[in-house]
């Protein structure tokens, strides 16, 4: 796929997500002008790319589509629930014919089916059909039955193209079809007088321009939309054929005479029109024509055109006094490729200021620190850009969660809160799906049908929150229902009958909570389309894990239930802090230390012989490092005893290590398979001196610390 197509399809997501956002929210808070202009809006940027691209079975819908809406922008029909339900099908709808296009498939016989079904519903909600079918009309069968084109316009459209229009993919046809789509081209002059020799003609180069008489009814900012798309690629200049300051404009920007006795020869304006607009000094006696002529005098079109310029500069010094933010589209790969060439710079960067310390060259340390905190800098702003808002990403939900509340007959409330929250788009995205089948089961387990709910005294429309915000360096996302809750009784019975947990067997509150993500388990009493079959929470729990993050459940029966989940920021690069325990150094991500102390007597005489210490009247449990990886246990030398006090969520504990070497930039890479089932190690790190380090991976050791305790 080329460039070109890869900004159409991205850009024709975006319009159907906007499209499809605007639907659910009338759903839910009632249609109004702003959002029907927003479908509108939508439905005609598709139209008008995909007839760039001359995927004809894409505009025809979307123009059928976007008759429709343009009544209910008139207001001459009224809008119902069937109508917007009508509108999201038809967004289903665009995507696969968006899809079949990119690909250059043929349309499946389904589709097509589905496609004219859509289509009769569209066009009974018309005020008449014959209107809509005449719109829909070809300009062949426009002349067959003779549909009055008296209202029309008649417009003059010059185009002249870039050199590199034909390397950027596009295809000058293309705009004349959609040309012949919105109307009738009358007369298409070719501007060949750019056009080289044979022997020095470059097939790869455009030298072609063309002078258009176009006649429609549309408006100049729907034809000005048809080069939306090669805007960078085109010099155009759009004017109603009577516009003699247009055509000014027009011959004004030409070498020579050569198009005013272009257009003279094909008619399209007759001598005193373009003399009466001539740039150039025009004889006395032409000046007499042209008074007689009662179109404009030469005195009002030149004070015009003058006024016009002059406006035309005074907005334009305003507009340079005002800094312009401009968006860029950027290839996600191409930023991956960045974080990796940087991710190697840190690595090397260590080395030498590893070579600078070891010299105790101090110039070589100065530069080295210059270059790290350049590189800290670079990392930065790359990370940066690769944070998005999840906000984007959690309105898609509202469509799902709507969805599958009216499939099963329920009435559920959606609330999206901390929108602007940022997360790496890598784990936004691959968080994604686990988000999608947890709030499905908050819909269809967690949320009791209306009937029920009000007999338990609740209101017979349930609630489903979706919730982020940043805490402690992590990102925590909560789904929360005020469903029936999980029944404690009820996933202890299923687990022993599936054979998970042994009868008789005590487990916590949390400890069978977490059942629900053991492969195969589901307490659902039947199998649907939605859930049932005991897939899906353990995919989710270890999509979670992938991510380096953690899932916990919270739930009271009868009220509730709330999952919490806490993401890494990144996956990365990372700020962390370098320790050693024994004669292996390990890395702890920045964000979860609060604190360093040393252990002093004072410390081991309160301790006595306990792995908790007394921290500020807080009891603190620690966990020893070299204990809990089995490590330098052996005929050790005495050493100074330090602790990294480490937090993540609202629980903290002690790590207990020799040595203290400071913060340190770490690249995260992945340890393989050896390193799979070691438990608090989340991956490694190459050291200036080409040591690996282990990252540790505080929430599993901060788990196992208080599954001790």
Known sequence: MNEELELFKEDASEQLQYMENALVSANEEGIDDE??????????????????????????????????????????????????????????????????????????????????????????????????IKQEMTQDTKEKVNIDVDENKIWHVSIRFSEDFFTSGMDILSIFSFFNKMGEILINIPIVDKIPPLEDLDPLKTAVGFELEFQSKVGYEQIEEVFEFVMDDVTVSIFEHDDLVGLKQLLSTQEDDSLKDLLLEQCIYDEVELDVVCVKEETETVKEEIKTVEVKKLDEINKEFEEKEQTKEVSNSKKK??????????????????????????????????????????????????????????????????MVQVEDSFVKFKRIVNDTAKKIGKDIEFIISGGDTELDKTVVEKISDP??????????????????????????????????????????????????????????????????????ET??????????????????????????????????????????????IESTLGKGTKFTIRLPLTLAIIDGFLVQAGNTKYVIPLENIQECIELTSDYNDEADGNTFINLRGEILPILDVKKYLNIGLEDEEEKRKNVIVVRYADTMIGLQVDELYGEYQTVIKPLGEVFENVSGISGGSILGTGEVSLIFDIPKLIEYRIQQQ
């Open 35 to 132: 959002k029907i202009g927003e479908i509108f809006r939508a439905m005609h940027t598709i139209k008008g790319t995909a007839g760039m691209f001359g995927f004809s079975t894409v505009v025809d819908f979307t123009h059928i589509a976007e008759n429709l809406l343009d009544e209910l922008r008139q207001h001459t029909i009224q809008t119902d629930e069937h109508m917007m339900d009508l509108f999201l099908k038809c967004k289903d709808h665009c995507e696969i014919l968006i899809h079949h296009a990119i690909l250059d498939e043929d349309v499946e016989s389904e589709t097509i089916d589905a496609g004219a079904v859509l289509v009769d519903d569209l066009l009974s909600y018309m005020p008449n059909n014959q209107t809509a």
């Open 321 to 386: 006094e005002v800094p312009k933010s401009f968006s860029l589209r950027v290839d996600s790969t191409k930023v991956d490729q960045l974080i990796n060439q940087i991710s190697e710079m840190v690595i090397a960067n260590a080395k030498i200021t590893q070579i600078a310390s070891d010299r105790e060259d101090s110039d070589l340390e100065e530069a080295a620190n210059v270059l790290t905190d350049m590189l800290e800098d670079v990392r930065n702003g790359i990370m940066n850009i690769r």
């Open 435 to 504: 988000l999608v089948h947890m709030l499905r089961n908050s819909v269809d387990h967690g949320i009791e049908l209306p009937d029920e709910r009000e007999k338990a005294g609740k209101s017979r429309k349930g609630k489903v929150e979706l919730k982020a915000y940043p805490d402690a360096g992590t990102i925590v996302i909560q789904i929360s229902d005020d469903g029936a809750g999980l029944d404690k009784e009820k996933l202890l019975k299923k687990a022993v009958s599936k054979g998970i947990i042994s009868e008789g």
């Open 507 to 552: 487990l916590t509150d949390k400890e069978i909570y977490n059942l629900i993500f053991e492969a195969g388990f589901s307490t659902a009493n039947e199998v649907s389309d939605i859930s049932g079959r005991g897939v899906g929470m353990d995919v989710v729990r270890r999509n979670i894990q992938d991510l380096r993050g953690l899932i916990d």
